[in-house]
């Protein structure tokens, strides 16, 4: 088995990097900055480097041939995430990426449905776990049709790297989208802000609509009338206020100690069509950390296990029990209830 990683240089191919490595697994370090992946290289003992930058679909598709799988780090992906994916699908190579702005992952599913690979995004932190937790509060009503279907990211404000800020910023600047009666549409942020119960906090939070992840991909593996999403409002305000000079002004590499404590949640709630509501929720800290595992397990599931063709949500082509299960010797934790 070998992966690629497209933009190994920076902070999360870097964390990406160190997790094959951890696990034996031969990297490819892929980007445009042979200087940076050279001394990525020297630092993990990777021995495979391939220069190719995203404007010459030749010489990327080439530097992932011999590859069984990329897993692309290099955001934001609206402006820089197509083109890799092109290059992984002319290469044969299954794909997963780790991004988390709403409409690029949309369009990718949209847009690469019938590919001849595999083809997973939103492989961290936040829409891996969410859209696997979400299926797995579905099920717990059964098989019927949802009413509706809550997806909610609870983290409290925190490390963040500058990857994240750019990816963010991009997001602030459209509008969130949720799913009603068959389509998608923008979300009803002028209708205010709602509190919500937080698993293990007291008090309810304030939150509002924020363009997740889940919201475009569970209703393509779920029967449910209507998918909307929340964030805490204090971080909502951070990502909807960022300009690019806060963006630029953030470290490339959060601090090692703030990100260790910092402790991701991603919630769903789910109503049936006769009321019937269930709540699931997972947690774990260092999301960054996480992302790196996130990632690299999924591109060592389509190697060893292949999945269908196609651009899928995790939630199609994880078992979704069985990954967080998983995930839990990193010290995630998850439960599904009936409420």
């Given at each position: 088995m070998k992966i690629a990683v497209y933009g190994a240089s920076g902070f999360t191919?870097?964390?990406?990097?160190?997790?094959?490595?951890?696990?034996?697994?031969?990297?490819?370090?892929?980007?445009?900055?042979e200087e940076r992946l050279r001394k990525r290289a020297a630092e993990y003992?990777?021995?495979?480097?391939?220069v190719a930058g995203l404007d010459d679909p030749e010489r990327l598709a080439a530097a992932f041939r011999g590859c069984d799988a990329v897993v692309n780090c290099a955001g934001p992906f609206s402006?820089?995430?197509e083109p890799v994916v092109r290059a992984a699908v002319a290469a044969g190579c299954q794909y997963v990426d780790t991004a988390g702005e709403q409409r690029y992952i949309k369009h990718i599913l949209d847009s690469y449905a019938d590919s001849s690979v595999t083809i997973v995004p939103a492989m961290a932190d936040d829409g891996g776990p969410g859209d696997l937790i979400a299926a797995l509060t579905a099920a717990r009503l059964g098989d019927g049709p949802l009413d509706e279907l809550l997806i909610a990211d609870l983290r409290l404000p925190g490390a963040a790297s500058r990857g994240t800020a750019r990816s963010m910023a991009e997001v602030g600047v459209r509008s969130p989208l949720e799913y009603a009666d068959g389509a998608w549409r923008p979300a009803e942020v002028?209708?205010?802000?709602?509190?919500?119960?937080v698993p293990g906090e007291?008090?309810?939070?304030?939150?509002?609509?924020?363009?997740?992840?889940?919201?475009?991909?569970?209703?393509r593996h779920l029967r449910v009338r209507r998918v909307r999403s929340a964030?805490?409002?204090?971080?909502?305000?951070?990502?909807?206020?960022?300009?690019?000079?806060?963006?630029?002004?953030?470290?490339?590499?959060?601090?090692?100690e703030a990100r260790s404590t910092a402790r991701w949640l991603m919630m769903a709630e789910a109503t049936d069509i006769t009321g019937n509501r269930a709540r699931g929720w997972v947690t774990g800290t260092d999301g960054y950390r996480?992302?790196?595992?996130?990632?690299v397990e999924g591109a060592r599931r389509l190697v060893m296990d292949g999945g269908p063709a196609g651009a899928r949500t995790p939630a199609q082509v994880f078992d979704p029990a069985d990954f967080l299960d998983f995930l839990t010797s990193f010290g995630v934790t998850w439960s599904v209830e009936r409420v």
């Open positions: 191919g870097g964390l990406v990097v160190a997790e094959l490595r951890r696990r034996s697994v031969p990297a490819v370090l892929v980007g445009r900055d003992g990777a021995a495979d480097v391939r402006t820089r995430g002028a209708a205010g802000r709602a509190v919500l119960a007291r008090a309810e939070v304030e939150v509002s609509a924020f363009a997740l992840p889940g919201v475009v991909m569970a209703p964030i805490r409002a204090e971080v909502s305000d951070l990502f909807t206020g960022l300009t690019a000079d806060v963006v630029e002004s953030i470290p490339e590499v959060p601090e090692e996480l992302t790196a595992v996130i990632a």
